[in-house]
């Protein structure tokens, strides 16, 4: 049985709600448990730990996802997980996988498995096993595979053995059910992991996987993960999961390679232009170099270059029809609002410019190449992305200004609305007192709360659609809600996002 880890207990309801800004984690449920921030917090048991852990005996951080997955699965709740790859989704839910059958294995007899992975294709169990594999010899569980693009003879002498694990693709196991319907016992089976969702609907092969739980215990515990949300998830995991938990991560890129450098300088809006005259001045002052200027839309552009050519006497290419020249000419300079994405090489590149930080933390990601320097111009309006570029930052190991965390604490003072937002020579200062009375008697105050989203998700103070609450009101909440019996669960109604 999952017991919360004392750090997790004492957590404040900010810092989860700052984790789920931070990889922007839409969530559905009720009664979720709160996430893990280190591996430690999972008290795993040691045929895991001792393997996962460093030379040193320290722990790697776990994902984001394997934060959200861990505690939600070795609490017995049914799950649909939407990420993409790269997140370690194999340890995501291969962990709490082997805790159970372990748990299981001294009550059940040895009829058939306890636990079973539906996989589409053989490379995926490949890469199972190739993560797994320590783990399962450790704990000593026994896997059986069975893929259409094996032996069949094979797989049927190894299911007549005994074993805990099946790892197996509907259409091969239902087509050994039907040979031999005594060959293989799913009576058993009260953990179903149903892996690349996407792709059973993808070839058009879920009504396989539909068949396959038909043979499965109505009371097991199910876990769905997909790389992508297809229409009607929900919908259609409810056929296989009960009362769950639904989450999807935002699938930026959490950090870039710490070899380069990005410079993130605070500068307010109407001081912009100037800013980037004087660095183009000292760039070029320096050396002979090329750079490559980002700017917010087409009028943005078309002003910079007037003001760089009228300042400088520098030679602008023009964006609408020089790209081309730009990436074949040696110190050359350009301005642009459409992204140059990493397929397009650009010899001789020093420096990037973003005088308005993009869109989405995506974008500025897919803009840092390496061998090049990085500038970006942050302001006061960008605020708001100011918790996540810091994360990704300090996971590539880049200095940055302490004035970045001020505003970001300061974005979230004035209740994520940009009118309260101080200035950046102000920010030091913080929230003045007229300021603070003005915010407080605004009226606003779903947006003077950041209140933006639905439902007490956690249950235990996070409203995300309503007030705040202090944190002495979340533990009275807490508190409350353990006390409440069990027979109330039939009111409980799914939160929205």
Known sequence: MYVEHDEVKKRKWFDTEKFLDIHQVKLTGFRCPRPLFKFEHANLPEYISELFANEDKSYPNPTA???????????????????????????????????????????????????????????????????????LESSQIKPVCVYESEDKNIQIENLKNSYDLLIANPTRLLEIINENHSLVNLTNVNFLIVDEYIQFRKTQTMDFVKDVVEYLR?????????????????????????????????????????????????CDKHLKASRLVELVDRLTAEKDCKILIYAKDKEKCLNLNFELKRQLDLEILDFRKEENVFVSTPNA???????????????????????????????????????????????????????????????????????????????????????????????????????????LSSGDEEQITGANRGGDVYGYGINRSGLKRTDSQAEDMMDDEDEEEEDEDDEDEDIGN
């Open 65 to 135: 996802l394997q934060c959200l997955c861990w505690p939600i699965l070795l609490s017995g709740r049914d799950l649909i997980a939407v990420s993409n790859t790269g997140y370690g989704k194999h340890y995501a839910y291969a962990f709490p996988l082997l805790v159970h059958i372990k748990n299981q294995q001294a009550y059940l007899d040895k009829k058939g498995p306890c636990a079973l992975i539906l996989t589409p294709y053989q490379p995926a169990k490949d890469d199972i096993l190739s993560a797994l594999g320590p783990y």
């Open 333 to 439: 300079i350009m301005t642009t609002f459409k992204n140059i994405g990493l397929e397009i090489s650009i010899p001789d590149l020093n420096y990037i410019i973003n005088v308005d930080f993009p869109p989405n933390l995506q974008t500025y990601m897919d803009r840092l190449r390496k061998g090049v320097v990085h500038y970006t111009l942050f302001s006061r309006e960008d605020a708001k992305h100011a918790e996540r570029l810091i994360y990704s930052l300090k996971q590539a190991r880049q200095e940055y200004d302490s004035n970045l965390s001020i505003m970001s604490k300061a974005w979230l003072e004035c209740g994520r609305d940009l009118r309260f937002m101080p200035m950046i020579q102000d920010l030091q200062k913080g929230l003045s007192k007229p300021l603070q009375e003005m915010i």
């Open 218 to 266: 109505t009371d097991r515990q199910t876990a769905v993960f997909s790389r992508l949300v297809p229409s009607g998830i929900q919908r259609q995991g409810d056929e296989f999961v009960k009362n769950c938990i639904f989450f999807e991560m935002h699938h930026d890129k959490e950090s870039a390679n710490d070899e380069i450098k990005q410079i993130v300088e605070l």
